[in-house]
């Protein structure tokens, strides 16, 4: 059974996201660097839009939460790919595929139950006047 506590969900975020940014620079720099873009463009490129959100996920905004996860879809791509494309290291994009989905889950959830936790929420749209004209 999952938690529904919003903390036990923002710890999760905030083990996990600062270390998929860590974990990001070591392989553009370390692990797997690019043949074809020199380290500074790489790492602006790989580093920057998980900079973005992080303010707010420090500050426990949960929207930012929520949006962060938008950011997150590119590197779940970017492992997905490595993965598949370079099978004989394996394990480096496995980690950075842990990472994501562990930061995946906890702003996904975090958003949920500390906006339930706010009152916070998307307006339901009033169905019973649906298919009536003026």
């Not at 036990?8 to 600062?18: E, G």
Request: charged share 10%; no cysteine; proline share 7%.
């Amino acid at each position: 059974m999952l938690p529904t506590s919003s903390e036990f969900y923002r710890k999760l975020t905030l083990i996990s996201y600062p270390l998929l940014i860590v974990y990001m620079a070591v392989i553009v720099t370390v692990l797997m660097p690019s043949e074809f873009l020199p380290i500074p463009l790489a790492l602006t490129m790989w580093i920057l839009p998980l900079l973005f959100p992080l303010k707010g996920i420090i500050q426990g905004n949960p929207y930012t939460h929520a949006w962060a996860n938008f950011v997150l879809i590119l590197y779940f791509l970017h492992g997905f790919t490595t993965l598949y494309t370079h099978w004989s290291t394996w394990y480096i994009p496995a980690i950075e595929l842990m990472l994501v989905t562990a930061a995946f889950i906890g702003a996904t959830f975090y958003a949920r139950y500390k906006g339930r936790e706010l009152g916070l929420g998307l307006k339901k749209a009033n169905v019973s006047n649906a298919g009536k004209s003026d």
